[in-house]
């Protein structure tokens, strides 16, 4: 089973729209999610970062965790097409200590004019 | 913006060719991280280390090597590239944990051996 999962899209909505991404991870243990952002030809960079259950808010932006489900989710507001890109959930690796991340697939997102 | 940097971004090549992808940063981070992604598919950890003279292997096995002799440089070498190893190859690099921390990525070399 893998540690993270979500789907990979596309997602296409009309700028102005509220966008949801989600993912879901496997092991209960985990307590730090993040998502990164990858626009097309770039490497990704950090969006947020939560811990434990509950909402964070940074500008338009909220990541929201749910413990009981295993269940991560980003929104954005008022959506623009400077949104549209991958959008990659991760949390800490738990194999035999080794350092890193463990990402998601990544879910494409796309903004409509 | 993130201090950094990979070369080439694009490299093709035949197969049996040994190839060397570079990674520096300028930012003084101990820990750094080659990452590989395919389209579509998870970016893997095949390498990291905790500084100078540390090199770890990833959740993802890789023929692939790599060194860290100084802080600032974590070069990726293969030495007979074949076809299956054409992906995308992310650096990065961070200071303190990644759980609460961030990687810094640098934006990638694009590998595609023919």
């Known amino acids: 089973q893998k540690e993270v999962e979500q789907d990979p899209g596309p997602l296409s909505v009309p700028e102005g729209a509220i966008v949801s991404l989600n993912c879901t991870y496997s092991?209960?243990?985990?307590?730090?999610f993040m998502w990164y952002r990858q626009y097309s030809r770039k490497g990704p960079e950090l969006l947020m970062y939560?811990?434990?259950?509950g909402n964070k808010e940074d500008g338009r932006f909220t990541a929201q965790v749910d413990k009981s489900s295993k269940y991560i989710s980003l929104f954005i507001r008022d959506s623009q097409p400077s949104d549209s890109a991958t959008y990659l959930c991760?949390?800490?690796?738990?194999?035999?200590?080794?350092?890193?991340?463990?990402f998601g697939k990544g879910t494409h997102l796309i903004i409509q004019p | 913006e993130a201090d950094i940097y990979q070369t080439p971004r694009y490299l093709v090549i035949g197969t049996g060719k040994k190839i060397t992808l570079e990674c520096s940063q300028t930012?003084?981070?101990?820990?750094m991280y080659w990452y590989q992604q395919d389209p579509g598919m998870e970016l893997h950890l095949i390498h990291y280390?905790?500084?100078?003279?540390?090199?770890e292997k990833g959740d993802l096995s890789s023929e692939s090597t790599v060194s860290r002799i100084r802080t600032e440089h974590f070069p990726l070498t293969l030495e007979s590239a074949r076809p299956s190893h054409t992906s995308q190859y992310l650096c990065?690099?961070?200071?303190?944990?990644?759980?609460?921390?961030?990687?810094?990525f640098g934006e990638g070399s694009r590998l595609t051996v023919l």
């Open positions: 990065a690099s961070s200071t303190g944990w990644v759980g609460t921390g961030e990687l810094f």
């Open positions: 092991n209960s243990a985990f307590q730090y």
């Open positions: 939560t811990y434990s259950s």
């Open positions: 991760a949390t800490p690796l738990a194999r035999g200590g080794a350092d890193g991340l463990t």
């Open positions: 930012m003084g981070h101990d820990k």
């Open positions: 280390s905790y500084g100078v003279n540390s090199t």
